[in-house]
């Protein structure tokens, strides 16, 4: 029912700037909005806008990403997050959108999500962009480490261990992994032998 009521009001093609007064109202819903109705609409209003960026995204979109997000951010990055990773290609505008979300946006737990979801495909340039802004996002004050700590638990900092050395190989002449590597061996040279 929420789909076609997003399709009545063609919710995907709205102005960027109602956008932003819908994702308003939205958060000021009361209850929140459930787990799929927050997915479904994560979808219907950014899916289509995102995939389709070929340019930064304007403010507007960018202010209603993030307003809908703060709210709702494990739907979002289920269903928006998701679908730009897996998207083939390298989607340049869309991985930067990403990366300022991770970097920006998302709650650690958010975070490990989207670790977690960049680990369960095969690397590309763009998935381990993504990495970095998870990395990039820890670097600072010690201060900082403790919350590090939280947004990279042990099991999925061995898991990314273990994927960049089983896919080397096929990253032999990357400088994005070669950063990767190099921040890796920086930010945990106690944990790596």
Not at 96 to 123: G, T
Not at 146 to 169: I, M, N, S
Request: contains cysteine; negative net charge; aromatic residues 6%.
């Amino acid at each position: 029912q929420l789909e076609g009521l997003c399709s009545f009001l063609q919710l995907s093609t709205c102005p960027e700037h109602l956008l932003v007064r819908f994702c308003s109202w939205l958060l000021a819903l009361t209850p929140d909005l459930s787990y799929t109705s927050a997915a479904i609409l994560a979808e219907q209003l950014f899916l289509r806008r995102v995939l389709s960026l070929t340019q930064p995204p304007s403010r507007h979109l960018m202010a209603a990403l993030t307003s809908f997000c703060s709210k709702y951010s494990q739907p979002f990055c289920r269903v928006l997050v998701a679908a730009v990773l897996r998207e083939p290609g390298e989607g340049a505008e869309q991985t930067k959108l990403v990366c300022e979300l991770v970097e920006e946006c998302l709650e650690p737990d958010c975070v490990r999500l989207v670790l977690s979801q960049v680990l369960e495909l095969p690397l590309s340039e763009k998935l381990l962009l993504v990495v970095q802004a998870v990395l990039g996002r820890q670097q600072g004050p010690s201060l900082l480490m403790a919350l590090f700590q939280e947004v990279l638990p042990p099991e999925l900092f061995d898991l990314l261990v273990l994927t960049l050395c089983r896919q080397a190989p096929a990253f032999a002449t990357s400088l994005n992994y070669a950063k990767l590597v190099t921040a890796m061996l920086t930010m945990y040279q106690s944990q790596v032998s």
